[in-house]
């Protein structure tokens, strides 16, 4: 198991550094930093000054090896455009993308695993058939032509939900949230419907393919001939054995929907690390356009990794079989 752990770990680095690697070349070699940062005033000495304070004279290795450093440590430097420190500016936003990807989780869930055990245990009824077909539209419709609809559809035409922004929010020490307000659970609503309708409908197949598979397992057999009631084989016994798969596909897809969620925040004008980012591009923000992929991509990795290690720690032939591939490379 330590081997495997520090295999697993020794991936994740790898990974890291080479999205460091990448951030690193966008930070040093697209635009000018000087040239952004000082004003117009500023004359060739003051230039120069500042290229040396920022250490962009040293060599390309000595920057990397400060660059990766700094990131460590939490410190990405200085926006361009906010002129502030990038670390803030992700720390202000960050939890109203928590919470957007946190209720788009939950819907997730709560609509797709139940959508999934209807369309198994009643595949040939109508219900079930309407429900593929709303998965097949769900699955192709990009997020944010689902979004401009549910827009149209219940703030313009009927003025239920807000259209933007993320309403009235408290904050608790440096976390702001929205869910202990009105207005701020009611701008959730049409945003993280948005982000989940392409996570439902992979919960729902997901559970629908594993439903399938168990429903024909001989203990279910067996639990119907000792007359177990139908309905408590089927929601209890047979769908517990179909959550793990779930968990593990909603845990890898918490790094896609953060990463993903830009999206979904630029049509409703959500103020978090997506729109963010969106901003960072329009004006050439380096440092938080760096900051943000690595950010993004060591939630993704971390979950991933965890992932790798709760399935070793379920099943142990995991384990078994990187211990002997490393063996046969060895």
Known sequence: MIAFLLKRMANAAFVMLAVALLAFVIFRFFGDPVEMMVNEQATQADRIELRERLGLNDSFVTQYTRFVT?????????????QQDVMVLIKDRFPATFELVLVATLISLVV?????????VYRNSRLANALQLGSIIGVSLPSF?????????????LGW???FGRGETVDIGWWSTGLLTPSGRAALVLPSISLSTFQVTLVMRLVRAEMLETLRADYIKFARARGVPTARVQWRHAL???????????????????AFALVTETVFQWPGMGMLFIQAVTFVDIPVMAAYLIIVSFIFVALNTLVDITYAWVDPRLRDDTARAGGANG
């Open 161 to 163: 939900l807000p259209a």
């Open 145 to 157: 032509v689902v979004g401009i609809l549910l827009i149209l559809a219940f703030s313009v035409s």
């Open 112 to 120: 797709g695993i139940p959508m999934g055990v209807i369309t198994a």
């Open 240 to 258: 517990r054995n179909c959550l793990m798969p779930v968990i593990t596909l909603t845990g890898m897809q918490i790094g896609n929907l953060i």
């Open 70 to 82: 700094n990131a460590v440590q939490g410190d990405f430097g200085i926006s361009y455009r906010n």
